[in-house]
């Protein structure tokens, strides 16, 4: 991607290297696990996210203090991220105020390990994520790093996914997220499933948005970027995800589409441009 040198979002909360206070007010009730889950990356660490809302841990005040310098590759990273914002803001900017309103555009948290967040404790083995709550995402870089072990190197493939949490940010602003939320609440555990590969494939199909408008704009791809979009949308699908993990990969189980799902939906947003063309549900 041909990133460098253009504008950088403002919009970004830098808590690298901060020591992780956790409140002794936790987040409870399962409306905080739905949010949180529909707005992660993948499903791969859904029960260790979970058992951070049930029962987990000791539930006092407690400090980490992280030991780690952001190194200089970090901050190239950081810079690269805050540069991706910028062009999601500058993207929604314009499809928001063609249909006659404003954008509200989300904050990004950089952090190590784990934060805070209106979702509960977030953290980094869970990846990027979302939270309505306080209409932030959260990004540890070190997903960067684990993005490449899943098969999906380079900086297209990481910036699929920041669009894909922005995609979230947009649901939430249009009211999708809070209607999957009311009908999950009615639904059982597959039907819950079900809702949430919509809203996730969604997501992706607004990533692909994303890419189509960046480009008209600056032309900022390169060769062999989409074949990166593509093969992170590839890795992340639930039957990749559940293949490796050594389990079977079964339907009612997929939290995010499958392998060919998530290509198909990033794909259709990428090739109209269009929020209309996003019809997952
Ligand atoms: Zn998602």
């Not at 029960?47 to 841990?57: A, D, I, N, P």
């Amino acid at each position: 991607m041909r990133w460098r040198g253009r504008r950088q979002s403002n919009n970004v909360e830098d808590r690298r290297g901060r020591g992780f206070v956790r409140s002794k007010k936790g987040a409870s009730g399962g409306a905080m696990i739905l949010l949180i889950l529909a707005g992660l990356f993948f499903g791969q660490d859904v029960q260790r996210v979970l058992s951070l809302f049930v029962g987990g841990g000791s539930g006092g005040p407690q400090v980490q203090q992280s030991s780690r310098p952001s190194s200089a590759a970090d901050d190239d990273n950081a810079a690269f991220v805050k540069t991706i914002l910028a062009e999601t803001e500058d993207t929604w900017n314009q499809v928001f105020s063609d249909s006659g309103s404003n954008y509200q555009a989300p904050k990004l948290v950089l952090y190590e390990e784990q934060t805070q967040t209106a979702c509960g404790v977030g953290k980094a083995a869970s990846g990027p994520f979302y939270c309505p709550g306080d209409y932030k995402i959260y990004i540890d870089l070190s997903f960067m790093t684990e993005l490449k072990r899943m098969g999906a190197p380079g900086d297209f493939a990481f910036a699929y996914v920041i669009a894909h949490e922005v995609g979230h940010h947009i649901q939430n602003l249009i009211g999708v997220a809070s209607d999957v939320r009311k009908k999950q609440a009615r639904s059982n555990k597959s039907g819950a499933n079900a809702l949430s590969v919509k809203m996730e494939l969604q997501a992706d199909c607004l990533a692909g948005i994303w890419i189509n408008r960046t480009e008209q704009r600056n032309s900022i791809l390169e060769q062999g970027d989409i074949e990166e979009g593509f093969a992170a949308a590839a890795a992340v699908g639930d039957d990749t995800i559940m293949s490796r993990a050594g389990m079977a990969p079964r339907r009612e189980n997929f939290t995010h589409g499958s392998a060919k799902e998530r290509m198909y939906w990033f794909q259709e947003g990428m090739k109209t441009g269009r929020i209309d063309s996003c019809q997952t549900f």
